[in-house]
């Protein structure tokens, strides 16, 4: 009997301040389970500006505890007054000076299930992100949900073929990649990237993107936000290149086993061969 996940993602430019961009996604949880939604995923850095565009240790400041913060618990009492799972990707700090770039996964009963930070960490102009995180020493979980097992990896990860894999081999069905993009630097990787990594590792992928130029810099971030399954085909249709947007879809778990009967990548892999690819 197929089984289908009516998952959901979000993307929305940069409100001003965190409050008031906390509660467009408070508003966005709501929306996406009023649709049906059983597990919905936030932009990177969701509740802040891309604040990377520049470096400045005043955003420290946007870094929280997790799960012990105010935000996780907050989503944590809207996850389960109406039974969705939620991704939050989020600042943490872990203690004074030692923050990552981390996404928390709250189950659609309230709970939290644990987290995944962020493992590859740009360091280029406009991305300056090594100024404000530390490389993520979380491996790559997958987390048991309501939904089914999903799994986690944030923007600049999807670049890295090897963390994508781990998460196949842990048993995800679905991986979240939040991010923040922008158009002219990274736009032909976007279309490429993750459903070649849906293809590669049998796998939806849902591809999430902000939107708009913030006032820390001139990136245009370029939406674009897409659900693809394990074809590598979209889901439905691709959200817009400017617009808030929440995408709704119908994901059928069914094509996991027939596209994995198919092609037996897991079978075939010869990881006694590989080696040399961790050398440093």
Not at 59 to 73: H, K, L, N, S
Not at 98 to 114: C, F, K, P, Q
Request: glycine share 8%; charged share 25%; hydrophobic share 40%.
């Amino acid at each position: 009997m197929s089984r289908v996940i009516r998952a959901a993602l979000f993307q929305t430019a940069w409100t001003g301040d965190k409050e008031s961009m906390i509660q467009v996604h408070e508003q966005a949880v709501r929306d996406a389970a009023a649709q049906g939604a059983q597990v919905l995923c936030f932009q990177e850095l969701f509740y802040g500006p891309y604040f990377c565009q520049v470096q400045d240790k005043a955003f420290y400041d946007y870094a929280e505890r997790i799960p012990e913060g105010p935000t996780v618990q907050r989503f944590q009492s809207l996850a389960r007054a109406l039974g969705i799972v939620l991704v939050l990707p989020m600042y943490e700090e872990e203690q004074p000076g030692v923050l990552y770039n981390t996404a928390a996964v709250i189950d659609a009963d309230g709970s939290y299930l644990g987290k995944y930070r962020k493992t590859h960490i740009p360091q280029v102009q406009g991305f300056w992100e090594k100024f404000y995180f530390r490389p993520g020493n979380s491996g790559w979980p997958v987390f048991d949900t309501a939904v089914g097992r999903i799994g986690v990896y944030i923007c600049y990860d999807r670049h890295f073929p090897e963390g994508w894999r781990a998460l196949g081999l842990e048993g995800a069905e679905i991986v979240f990649n939040p991010s923040a993009t922008s158009r002219g630097l990274s736009k032909y990787l976007w279309q490429l990237e993750q459903p070649a990594a849906a293809a590669a590792n049998e796998y939806f992928v849902g591809a999430i993107n902000r939107v708009g130029v913030e006032d820390l810099g001139d990136n245009d971030f370029y939406g674009t936000t897409y659900f693809v399954d394990p074809e590598a085909q979209y889901v439905g249709e691709v959200a817009s290149d400017k617009e808030t947007e929440l995408v709704v879809r119908d994901l059928d778990m069914a094509k996991l086993r027939e596209v994995r009967d198919r092609w037996q990548f897991y079978r075939d892999r010869t990881p006694g061969a590989y080696g040399p690819l961790t050398a440093p």
